[in-house]
């Protein structure tokens, strides 16, 4: 069951799911690129005003599962409209910033988006437009990436599934009262 904070802005209800730590892994594989699985971090906050703050940090990881080198870092903001249309802004250290619009499916957690608008520096790579899809599936937070430059079509580049990062002090205050030495919890 997921809980809605009682400061979250009511207009962000059905994102709820989307909210809190999310760590996992994934495989990117883009043509020209070096195909690889990643690791990922990601964040969904909110302050009470009507949008979540979002940030994303992703890193290739060797055969062992060990961090090799970073990939990608994103940050931005997602809000909902009247009509239960997501609105995300975001900037990543490639040096793009991107527009993305899309839909919240009915009945189910899940959100389609595709970007109306990118702006990248001349030292950015070459990057025309993307989709994403995201999805909360048993516990889990899953998304898959599309992306198209001016040499490559529209393809999927990048997916992961995210186990959402539980803080200690919230399945704990479920436990109720332990003995001092917690010991004799284990008996």
């Given amino acids: 069951m997921i809980e809605i904070p009682s400061d979250l802005h009511p207009d962000l209800v059905p994102l709820v799911f989307l909210l809190g730590d999310w760590q996992g892994a994934g495989v990117f594989d883009f043509p020209g690129d070096e195909k690889c699985n990643f690791g990922q971090e990601v964040s969904f906050r909110h302050d009470g005003r009507p949008f979540l703050e979002y940030v994303s940090r992703t890193w290739a990881l060797d055969e062992k599962g060990e961090k090799v080198r970073p990939l990608e870092t994103e940050s931005g903001y997602w809000r909902l409209d009247a009509d239960r249309k997501v609105e995300v802004v975001m900037a990543r250290d490639a040096g793009v910033i991107e527009t993305w619009y899309g839909e919240l499916a009915e009945g189910k957690p899940q959100i389609d988006l595709a970007t109306d608008a990118v702006g990248r520096l001349a030292s950015a790579p070459a990057y025309t437009g993307g989709k994403r899809l995201y999805g909360y599936v048993k516990g889990d937070l899953m998304w ?44």
Wanted: aromatic share 10%; hydrophobic share 40%.
């Fill in 144 to 187: 898959v990436g599309e992306k198209a430059t001016p040499e490559v079509e529209l393809r999927p580049y990048m997916s992961a599934q995210l186990k959402k990062v539980v803080d200690p002090s919230e399945w704990a205050k479920d436990l109720g009262d332990l003995p001092d030495d917690g010991i004799a919890f284990f008996k």
